[in-house]
């Protein structure tokens, strides 16, 4: 049992190896700006879809209030930048550790309150930050902040000529999540949150520190989710409320992970590939009517795989690994 | 600021929240049944008032005389939800918790898009109806008619709801099967009627509440989900498992909307409600009346 959990480990790195290698060689072939732009943003939900896993799928504390911390990482950059003149690497960071630190401010009232009760708690307080940053004049309110171009440059990441220096970001993103997410499942903090998650009284009792693997799974989520925002911030060179702490990005950070599978290591990964494409081709060759063709195409699909796939896609992979074995 | 401002704002403030405490009730009826929050409880609320006014448009029915209308639609609408999806989804073996909020969430994107495609992104209002408009005078505070309508609505469908709980087979049945659905199937009642018929009751009450809003609300497809999230907090707040929660928990988010207003800016009414939801739950984790 224990050889074929280090075989499964090691096997799953390997793939992830391979699958970063070839994603990596997929430009040199790919030259196209809307093909690229569509890569670009499916890496980008599978970095935020397997921060938000962390504390969603394998600690089970359920927040669709993430919007959160990849907004404040997208502003602390953003107003470091333009208010400041801090590089943007220094915000990513800056940006980072706040959104930990609030993570944990938030956790330490909010982790006593179980279900639904945490649930809409996670909402409201994203909710209450989207409402104070649009009525905050000095970050820009409700009309946000361009970030001012000077043209390519590393040192600034701003990049007006190709994608391809964000589409490298990107992939690191991804795979650091991923990575982190790997390590994790098998160090003792995934012990602890799997315990947490099935049954947190048992887990008490058995000397499992509840409260603070919920803080540590806070903090990693939120780290990531805001290096996220940070970078978003970058590409698409300008930032609002609405679009980086709106409501619909949490439940967007969220359906990869519940798509693809929910505290799995691949989940966030393959629902990102199949549901990021699809919205994107959904909305530029059905949704310019603007008659919202690709909505009810996009919420069928979301009804038929959550109600055929209650274990999320992943499962048609195992399924398939276990009949191999039989 | 004078006391005469804030009795009136405090006035229209109760109005208010007693309809958001009809908009929630639906809600928390149905989770009270069976532990299953309608994530697409908003979208109802915007068919309701689309309903209401085509009705108007078309066949020049006041909204007043349409309400049980809606509400017989919303009755058939939300059986065939829980027929078609919820029943499906509450019998998930992995993850229930997540495929309930992600079925009925992508229904509600499906509503949007369906509201889109046939009714356009459009506002739409209803112009001259009955009651649209007009105010009363009570002791010198001036209060909206439609919205003196809708808590007067909202009063009588509590206590038709508290009736038939508490006194009809039905509502016997209903609390039956809330407390155990495996025994209550043993007596011979079926735990999948019982679910319809409490899903459409649910949609029959955001249906009336629907109605009396087409009076005085822009209509378009997105109208759903800022109710939405108040109807969410409102439930919430009063505590999961209580109808009278609801009741009370509107009233309460209404007036806390009406005081914030008043202290500050009016695109900032909606944090008080947020953040008294918070205190109200740091110091008492299952909400004011809940029972988990």
Aim: net charge positive.
């Amino acid at each position: 049992m224990d050889t074929s959990f280090a075989q499964r480990r090691r096997r799953d790195l390997i793939i992830a190896a391979v699958f970063a290698v070839l994603a990596a060689l997929v430009p040199l072939f790919v030259k196209d700006v809307y093909v690229q732009n569509i890569m670009v943003l499916t890496l980008m939900y599978a970095a935020l879809s397997q921060s938000w896993n962390i504390l969603s799928g394998y600690c089970g504390q359920i927040s669709l209030g993430h919007a959160l911390y990849f907004g404040l990482g997208a502003y602390t950059t953003t107003l470091l930048f333009t208010k400041f003149g801090v590089l943007p690497w220094f915000g990513m960071l800056g940006g980072g550790l706040i959104s930990a630190l609030i993570a944990m401010a938030l956790g330490y009232p909010c982790f006593r309150l179980r279900g639904h009760y945490f649930v809409i708690a996670t909402i409201v307080i994203a909710e209450i930050a989207l409402l104070l940053f649009q009525n905050w004049n000095w970050a820009g309110a409700a009309l946000g902040i361009d970030v001012p171009v000077h043209g390519d440059s590393w040192l600034r990441f701003q990049f007006t000529r190709s994608k391809l220096p964000y589409f490298y970001f990107a992939l690191a993103l991804a795979c650091v999540a991923w990575l982190v997410t790997w390590w994790l499942e098998d160090s003792k903090w995934g012990y602890w949150w799997r315990a947490v998650k099935d049954n947190p009284d048992a887990a008490e009792s058995l000397g499992v520190v509840v409260f603070n693997s919920k803080m540590g799974a806070a903090a990693v989520s939120a780290f990531l989710t805001a290096v996220g925002g940070a970078f978003y911030a970058q590409f698409v060179s300008y930032i609002d409320p609405e679009s980086v702490m709106g409501f619909q990005f949490s439940l967007l950070m969220a359906l990869p992970a519940v798509l693809g599978g929910i505290g799995t290591l691949w989940g966030p990964v393959l629902g990102a590939i199949i549901l990021i494409p699809l919205t994107e081709l959904t909305r530029s060759f059905i949704g310019g009517s603007g008659r919202g063709v690709d909505l009810i195409v996009y919420g069928t699909l979301i009804v038929l795989i959550s109600l055929a796939r209650p274990e999320g896609l992943v499962g048609l992979f195992s399924r398939r690994r276990k009949g191999a074995v039989q | 600021m004078t006391a005469e401002t804030i009795i009136q704002s405090l006035a229209s403030g109760l109005l208010m929240g007693l309809l958001y405490g009809l908009i929630a009730v639906g809600l928390a009826l149905i989770f009270g049944l069976m532990d299953v929050v309608n994530f697409a409880h908003g979208e109802f609320l915007m068919i309701a008032m689309y309903a209401t006014f085509f009705l108007f448009a078309f066949f020049a029915i006041d909204p007043l005389l349409a309400a049980p209308l809606v509400a017989a639609a919303l009755f058939v609408f939300g059986a065939l939800v829980y027929l078609l999806i919820v029943r499906f989804a509450v019998r998930a073996k992995a993850n229930a918790g997540m495929v309930q909020i992600f079925s009925t969430f992508g229904l509600a994107i499906v509503m949007r898009g369906l509201a889109q495609f046939f009714f356009t992104p459009d506002y739409r209002s209803v112009t001259h109806s009955w009651l649209g408009g007009k105010t009363v005078s009570i002791a010198g505070i001036f209060l909206p008619v439609p919205q003196l309508a809708g808590a007067l609505v909202s009063i009588l469908a509590f206590g038709a709801l508290y009736f038939f709980i508490n006194r009809t087979d039905f509502g016997r049945a209903l609390e039956a099967t809330r407390e155990d659905a495996g025994a209550v199937a043993l007596v011979g009642i079926d735990k999948n009627r019982v679910f319809a018929l409490g899903w459409g009751l649910g949609a029959a009450l955001v249906g009336l509440a629907g109605a009396i809003m087409a009076m005085f609300f822009y209509i378009y497809p997105d109208v759903g989900a800022s109710f939405a999230l108040i109807a969410y907090v409102t439930v919430a707040l009063g505590g999961f498992g209580s109808v009278f929660g609801a009741f009370a928990g509107g009233i309460i988010v209404g007036l806390v909307e009406a005081s914030t207003a008043l202290l500050l800016p009016p695109s900032l009414k909606s944090v008080g409600i947020y953040a008294v939801y918070l205190l109200v739950v740091f110091i008492r984790p299952r909400g004011l009346f809940g029972s988990i």
